[in-house]
């Protein structure tokens, strides 16, 4: 399976756009790995995750157009995560030749709402619109995405809907994502333990850097997950750790989280970071 990790920021960038923090101004200085975009990993090409208003400069940088993409899993409505408006340009006279001649959304109810509300407000045309299939799924209960078993977890993020993190079974490798997420709930731990097969890949919301809060991981939780995870047996000494979601409140340039998570066997992402497991 080929990770694509295309933004890697928190919910407002990393510089933010207004701000003028220490760690903001040293992100700005340092370039490179320090420059975080809005959240959102691309699954061997053909699998899209979350769909933030970064979306089409993440193509422009990556050299990728989506218009073979025929599976894109939202994990919840917050704008940095979910913004449909982008979709008005999926057809038409804005897209020509695509691939998939369909995309298919999953993700909780807010999905189907925002997306119908946005657009009875915002008018799309008939063919763009009966191109994209929106189906609602519910934590604990797997379905397909083409190639793909997709399991749906409940996350501890967006209290105010069902947030959901999702397992990515290709069949022969399997990816555990976990953004947005606080520490996972006792019961999601539980199903993850119960899904009797080995976790190859987890990706792990790192918002919180060195402080808290319980909608988010911090540093030590991610720590402290990968631990639990391989002591109990659904990870082992061959998986990737990756954390991302990394905001400027709780943390300084990549290089400097680098060091914090130095011999950990945790990686720390950046914009454009690929890891094939």
């Given at each position: 399976?080929?990770?694509?990790?295309?933004?890697?920021?928190?919910?407002?960038?990393?510089?933010?756009?207004?701000?003028?923090?220490?760690?903001?101004?040293?992100?700005?200085?340092?370039?490179?790995?320090?420059l975080r975009?809005?959240?959102?990993?691309?699954?061997?090409?053909?699998?899209?995750?979350?769909?933030?208003?970064?979306?089409?400069?993440?193509?422009?940088?990556?050299?990728?157009s989506?218009g073979?993409?025929?599976?894109?899993?939202?994990?919840?409505?917050?704008?940095?995560?979910?913004?449909?408006?982008?979709?008005?340009?999926?057809?038409?006279?804005?897209?020509?030749?695509?691939?998939?001649?369909?995309?298919?959304?999953?993700?909780?109810?807010?999905?189907?709402?925002?997306?119908?509300a946005?657009?009875e407000?915002?008018?799309i045309?008939?063919?763009?619109?009966e191109?994209?299939?929106?189906?609602?799924?519910?934590?604990?209960?797997?379905?397909?995405?083409?190639?793909?078993?997709?399991?749906?977890l409940?996350?501890?993020?967006?209290?105010e809907?069902?947030?959901?993190?999702?397992?990515?079974?290709?069949?022969?490798k399997?990816?555990?994502?976990?953004?947005?997420?606080g520490?996972?709930?006792?019961e999601?731990?539980?199903?993850?333990a119960?899904?009797?097969k080995k976790?190859?890949?987890?990706?792990?919301?790192?918002?919180?850097?060195?402080?808290?809060?319980?909608?988010?991981?911090?540093?030590?939780?991610?720590?402290?997950?990968?631990?639990?995870?391989?002591?109990?047996?659904?990870?082992?000494?061959n998986?990737?750790?990756?954390?991302?979601?990394?905001?400027?409140?709780?943390?300084?340039t990549?290089?400097?989280?680098?060091?914090?998570?130095a011999?950990?066997?945790?990686?720390?992402?950046?914009d454009?970071?690929?890891k094939?497991?």
């Amino acid at each position: 399976m080929k990770l694509k990790i295309m933004g890697s920021g928190g919910g407002e960038g990393y510089p933010a756009l207004f701000c003028e923090c220490e760690h903001c101004k040293a992100a700005r200085k340092a370039g490179g790995k320090s420059l975080r975009s809005l959240s959102q990993v691309l699954i061997d090409d053909k699998l899209l995750m979350d769909l933030p208003a970064a979306t089409h400069a993440h193509c422009l940088a990556n050299g990728i157009s989506l218009g073979h993409v025929e599976h894109l899993l939202i994990t919840h409505t917050h704008t940095d995560h979910y913004v449909p408006t982008i979709l008005d340009t999926r057809g038409g006279d804005y897209a020509h030749n695509m691939a998939a001649k369909q995309l298919h959304i999953y993700g909780n109810k807010e999905v189907q709402r925002k997306f119908e509300a946005t657009f009875e407000l915002f008018p799309i045309g008939k063919e763009i619109r009966e191109s994209i299939v929106l189906h609602t799924v519910h934590a604990f209960e797997p379905f397909t995405a083409g190639e793909y078993t997709v399991t749906p977890l409940k996350a501890c993020h967006a209290f105010e809907e069902d947030s959901l993190n999702y397992i990515i079974d290709d069949g022969k490798k399997v990816l555990l994502y976990l953004l947005d997420s606080g520490y996972p709930y006792d019961e999601t731990l539980r199903f993850i333990a119960d899904y009797g097969k080995k976790i190859d890949c987890v990706v792990m919301d790192a918002t919180m850097g060195n402080g808290y809060y319980k909608g988010h991981m911090n540093f030590a939780e991610n720590k402290k997950l990968k631990a639990y995870l391989t002591g109990e047996g659904m990870c082992d000494a061959n998986t990737e750790f990756i954390v991302t979601h990394i905001t400027h409140n709780h943390a300084g340039t990549h290089e400097e989280i680098e060091k914090i998570f130095a011999g950990s066997g945790i990686d720390v992402s950046f914009d454009g970071y690929e890891k094939n497991f």
